[in-house]
């Protein structure tokens, strides 16, 4: 099972000293961020992508270009590719662009994106936006699968005789994960290629999550690609941590009520009992994550959101010291002792290329 | 229609956006409701009602607002709406429309929720110059939402509380819109939550783009 984290990249003000960082800190700050991930071994680092502030991240596959150069281990991935209002020509040729310089190291995970004005900026219409999904990753699959590619479409100019360059690092294009809170067709997107199906979950009920998630597995076994309990999951999560779990929830409560997505709402002790957040001891994050199992089955990455809502730097690499070193290697340990044999791991290039050295099934 | 068996069971939810206790708009609410049941028995059909204040749901519907999903108190209730046969919805009057709680919580169901679903559409004031908030307010509304709304709608000022019915002819009204909401019921199959995944597209037709 893989562990990581996940940012949005957001440029919030510190609620306790009302001080935000640059947009430059903020950026070096995430590279940072990355880097500890991997030094208390963590998995893998996803970055989002917006174009509005207080957002940062507009560009991930620069960003995650420059953490590949600084880091040996980490997988770089994405929480989300805007598959809606990027071109998927780019992405085809960016992200393979990226798995050659990180040696494979390399998934990505699709997403619509929810913010209204960002598909007319790129010309596109929100209304459009599963349709959107739908023929652009089909284009994007052909461009990674097909050397040349003849293609029309609704929503992008034709293409003939193309061939993306550079081509999949061994012919093996990046895993793809689709990620969806609330959309049916993107779980049946993601069972019909075998693809990966990432919920977001950390503002949403659980039973909510669970109904997504079952419905992929069983649209995963319909469309062949093994059984139910083999379709590929993940899940995000949010903690706060300290070792006693009073002064995690009194140092996280700025933090929590002035957030920029849930703040001014419910109050922590109400959002932690309807939501994944947990805020409290590094055995309470343990116990906690241990029950998604309950709901979703056994499933291959698990991320937590750590940095966002003006929590300082040096919180956050103390938060993630706490669950590379006391967290994660038992969630790893208990995790594994009860997961069935023949439910495999998240794919990476390293297992694609051994599976067959052929593009995943379609 | 003694004796005779009921043709079926229908549900129906009545929502009072009243904030007092007691309240003139639950009041309306509760007139209107046994009115319907009145409508729909003689039509042969047995009726569960749920009463909703809304006043109980204030917060959960705010937090909706601010966090995006339904918490689990505030589930159940758009379930219950989901799942319910017919709308009886009153509110009082604020400002020339109806309160923001009463549009909060019709902003919070889900989208599609009241389609075709027969609403009975109410109102209360301090007089009766507001009486056109049900069709500049309230019927737009539930236009907008491709809820069937019922003919009449029925607004009560306060001093028709204490006037005498045949000058105020409120009792005819509520009488009037009950027997109209039953009948849109009774023409309709029992209603049922829409469920997202049990319709869901197959993959070649999102692909083919004929979803």
């Known amino acids: 099972m893989q562990f990581g ?159 993306a360059t550079p081509r999949p690092l061994d012919g093996v294009p990046p895993f793809v994960w689709h990620g969806s809170i609330r959309s049916p067709e993107i779980a049946e997107q993601a069972a019909y290629y075998g693809d990966g199906f990432f919920a977001n979950h950390i503002f949403w009920p659980a039973e909510h999550t669970q109904k997504m998630v079952e419905f992929y597995r069983k649209r995963f076994e319909h469309y062949g690609h093994g059984a139910a309990d083999q379709a590929i999951v993940g899940l995000g999560g949010q903690v706060f941590m300290r070792r006693n779990s009073q002064d995690a929830v009194r140092e996280f409560r700025p933090y929590f009520d002035n957030a920029p997505v849930y703040g001014h709402g419910p109050s922590l002790e109400e959002f932690t009992a309807e939501t994944p957040l947990t805020v409290g001891s590094p055995q309470q994050v343990i116990d906690r994550t241990l029950g998604f199992r309950e709901y979703v089955g056994d499933y291959q990455r698990q991320l937590f959101l750590m940095d966002h809502a003006g929590l300082p730097e040096k919180v956050v690499l103390e938060q993630l010291d706490l669950l590379g070193e006391e967290v994660v290697p038992v969630l790893r340990k208990e995790f594994a002792a009860v997961r069935p044999a023949h439910v495999p791991d998240a794919p990476t290039h390293a297992s694609l290329l051994a599976a067959n050295g052929q593009p995943i099934a379609q | 229609m003694t004796g005779a068996t009921p043709l079926g069971r229908r549900s129906i939810v009545a929502i009072s956006a009243g904030l007092g206790a007691p309240s003139s708009t639950r009041l309306l609410t509760d007139r209107l409701t046994e009115a319907t049941v009145r409508g729909l028995a003689e039509l042969g059909i047995e009726t569960d009602v749920e009463a909703v204040e809304l006043r109980e749901a204030a917060h959960d519907i705010a937090d909706n607002f601010v966090t995006g999903f339904a918490n689990s108190k505030l589930r159940p209730l758009l379930s219950t709406v989901a799942n319910a046969d017919a709308v009886i919805a009153v509110t009082p009057t604020f400002n020339a429309s109806y309160s923001g709680l009463f549009k909060s919580f019709f902003d919070v169901l889900d989208e599609g929720t009241l389609t075709d679903r027969p609403v009975l559409i109410g109102a209360t004031g301090g007089t009766a110059r507001h009486s056109l908030v049900l069709d500049h307010a309230l019927r737009p509304l539930f236009s907008y939402l491709h809820a069937v709304v019922a003919p009449t709608g029925v607004y009560a000022a306060n001093e028709e509380w204490g006037s005498a019915d045949a000058e105020t002819g409120l009792a005819k009204r509520i009488e009037r819109a009950g027997r109209e909401l039953a009948a849109l019921v009774a023409a309709r199959e029992p209603a049922a939550e829409a469920d997202p995944f049990a319709t869901a597209t197959a993959f070649e037709d999102l692909l083919n783009g004929t979803s």
């Not at chain 1, 991930?60 to 980490?74: D, Q």
């Open chain 1, 5 to 163: 984290i996940f940012t949005v990249g957001d440029v919030t003000p510190d609620p306790t000293t009302g001080r935000t960082p640059s947009e430059g800190e903020r950026i070096k700050s995430m590279v940072r961020i990355a880097q500890k991930a991997e030094e208390v071994g963590l998995d893998l680092a996803a970055f989002g992508e917006h174009h509005n502030p207080p957002f940062v991240p507009s560009s991930p596959t620069t960003m995650l270009g420059y953490v590949a150069a600084n880091t040996s281990r980490l997988i770089l991935s994405t929480a989300t590719t805007l598959i809606t209002t990027n071109d998927p020509v780019k992405i085809a040729e960016d992200y393979a662009m990226l798995q050659h310089l990180a040696d494979g190291r390399v998934d990505l995970t699709l997403g619509r994106g929810n913010t209204g004005p960002v598909y007319p900026w790129f010309g596109k219409d929100i209304r459009d936006g599963i349709d959107l999904a739908i023929e652009n990753y089909h284009l994007l699959h052909r461009l990674w699968t097909e050397e040349v590619v003849d293609w029309e479409g609704k929503h992008r100019t034709p293409l003939h005789g193309f061939t």
